[in-house]
């Protein structure tokens, strides 16, 4: 794991006083400017397109969104992901309080071993998504979209566990696109290639292999292709980023923002928090909730493991089929983004709503992913429509275009798994 340079107060779970509790969360109290790569990325900001990422200045693009996307599937693309939150959990109790609260079988996760989990509140609502990087038998990294540190300590008592935030201590990457195992290599990552989907492994960076600054490099990403994650603690993310983008120079690196890395993850049909789905603590209205299976994510339930937050009230819903949504790949004829359209039955009756779309320039297919009340789209999938305003000379003009429910991802590179990585 990367050591970070700034520790941060460690709240102790099991009889943790109020004092270092309160001290823990410190963090909240704490506008960020920008992440520990923000020299670099202003430096490329052509566009000037920002958005605040969790309190972090965040790019939705740097010099042009369409052909960030195409680095993405034809080079390789750097994206800074450390707003991302990330957790440190370590102990003899790691792994118990891990399996208690999220959805996946956690002792299954060998260390060296990264898998994509979701946790619920005690109703059976997804609090979060986000992934599970298992660094050694007692130490985790959880990294997700939302800050969950109150109701991690809160949920830790009892167990011996230390919670930490580390989400500035530790500078993270995403380097994406067919060309990520060469730069990797290039840059001097020997064995890099051993690593199969989901594996990580520790690196030496800045100091030779005697070094004690270690780079964790997971291959793993949000784009449906070959690619890694990095992290590093943020004193050494500089040096990090010039070491990629002076080895990707003739592989064709480029820095991206958001934009480019959105269209992505729609093509291999991931779903993202507050965008697909409102999270449980951030929805006002009951019928924003969602459980699991009715976002796609049933297939992490893990049943034999014994009870995790949430279990009793999924397999009630299950049982007496009070799952009421589901989540659904849809193909739209045209070529027009159906973003935020309505699903109609028949051009008439309102039976969901698009969360994201796209015209997918590796699918040829126009694309979108919607949550639709069920029996929709689960045993009713014909006749369904979408409601779409495209701009005319000056004039919105309503269309009505045919969907079709399709299975997602909606593109599957062969690149993304092979091992050994492809060397393009």
């Not at 007496?320 to 159906?338: C, D, F, M, S, T």
Request: charge should be neutral; proline fraction near 5%.
């Amino acid at each position: 794991m990367a050591q970070a340079t700034k520790k941060r107060p460690v709240a102790k779970a099991a009889g943790a006083p109020v004092s270092a509790r309160i001290a823990a969360q410190a963090h909240f109290h704490t506008l960020r400017l920008g992440t520990p790569f923000q020299p670099r990325i202003d430096a490329l900001a052509r566009t000037q397109d920002w958005y605040n990422w969790a309190g972090y200045r965040a790019p939705h693009s740097l010099w042009d969104e369409e052909l960030e996307y195409f680095a993405i599937r034809s080079q390789a693309a750097l994206f800074d992901i450390s707003p991302m939150t990330k957790y440190r959990i370590e102990g003899p109790d790691a792994e118990a309080l891990l399996n208690r609260v999220t959805l996946r079988d956690v002792t299954k996760l060998r260390p060296g071993r990264v898998h994509y989990t979701a946790w619920c509140d005690d109703e059976g609502f997804v609090l979060d998504d986000g992934t599970l990087f298992r660094l050694s038998p007692t130490r985790f990294r959880l990294c997700s979209q939302e800050r969950h540190l109150p109701w991690l300590l809160d949920s830790a008592v009892g167990f011996d566990v230390i919670v930490e935030e580390e989400t500035e201590a530790v500078a993270g990457l995403a380097l994406q696109g067919p060309t990520s195992f060469a730069v990797l290599r290039d840059a001097g990552f020997a064995g890099v290639e051993r690593l199969k989907i989901f594996d990580l492994a520790d690196f030496p960076h800045d100091g030779g292999p005697q070094g004690n600054t270690q780079v964790t490099i997971s291959r793993t990403g949000f784009t449906g292709d070959l690619g890694y994650e990095l992290f590093v603690s943020a004193d050494k993310a500089l040096s990090l980023w010039d070491r990629l983008m002076t080895s990707g120079d003739l592989r064709g690196i480029r820095a991206i923002g958001y934009t480019a890395l959105n269209r992505a993850r729609l093509e291999a049909g991931l779903i993202v928090a507050n965008a697909d789905f409102t999270t449980a603590e951030h929805a006002i209205r009951a019928d924003r909730l969602r459980m699991p299976d009715e976002i796609g994510l049933g297939f992490m339930i893990d049943l034999e493991k014994g009870h995790f937050n949430g279990r009793r009230a999924i397999l009630e819903a299950r049982a007496k089929r009070k799952l009421r949504y589901v989540l659904v790949g849809l193909e739209i004829e045209g070529n027009i983004p159906a973003e935020h359209a309505i699903v109609y039955h028949k051009k008439a009756h309102e039976v969901g709503l698009v969360s994201a779309a796209m015209w997918s320039p590796m699918a040829k297919r126009n694309i979108a992913i919607a949550s639709l009340a069920r029996p929709y789209g689960d045993t009713m999938v014909e006749d369904l429509w979408v409601e779409i305003y495209a701009m005319r000379e000056l004039q919105y003009q309503k269309l009505m275009k045919r969907a079709k429910v399709v299975a997602r991802p909606f593109i599957k590179l062969d690149r993304r798994t092979a091992n050994p990585p492809a060397d393009f």
